[in-house]
């Protein structure tokens, strides 16, 4: 049976997930989250070993091994979960048109979601605080 382990979101909650065995895990990627737009601003990049697994899984490893990799999310239905914060940075798009966009390095939009997203070895993952030009 593999043990359960303790993660903590921001927002108080803990959620149990089910530990992966790290050295049994050959595949690599490196994980960046960056704000360069709204205080406080932040660029953290970390080196992740991970088996075949939904990206949302491979952020709360990151949370697990460095708290700068905090993040929110809500979870919808049939859709996955949806990336609210990072850091306490939350998009508001229909207030300034702020998001964080999910993107395969160096500037390549995933079409898909942390939830159906499966990294594959060697890929570099950012997320990037943005901001859309309004109309």
């Known amino acids: 049976m593999i043990p359960l382990k303790r993660i903590a979101q921001d927002d108080g909650e ?11 895990c050959k595949r690599r990627l490196t994980y960046t989250i960056r704000n360069n737009i709204q205080e406080p601003t932040f660029e953290y990049s970390l080196a992740i070993r991970f088996c075949r697994q939904p ?3 491979i952020m709360e490893k990151a949370v697990n091994k460095n708290r700068s990799f905090m993040f929110s999310a809500t979870y ?3 859709l996955g ?3 609210d914060a990072i850091n306490g940075v939350r ?6 048109k702020t ?7 160096p ?3 995933l079409p898909v979601g942390v939830s159906s ?7 570099h993952i950012i997320f990037n605080f943005t901001q859309s030009s309004g109309h």
Do not use: C, E, S
């Open 14 to 24: 803990v959620q149990m997930n089910r530990l992966t065995d790290d050295t049994a």
């Open 55 to 57: 990206f949302i899984r």
């Open 76 to 78: 919808f239905p049939k």
């Open 81 to 83: 979960y949806f990336i």
């Open 91 to 96: 998009g508001f798009y229909n207030v300034n």
């Open 99 to 105: 998001w964080w966009a999910f993107l395969k390095a």
């Open 107 to 109: 500037d390549t939009m």
């Open 117 to 123: 997203y499966y990294p594959a070895d060697g890929d």
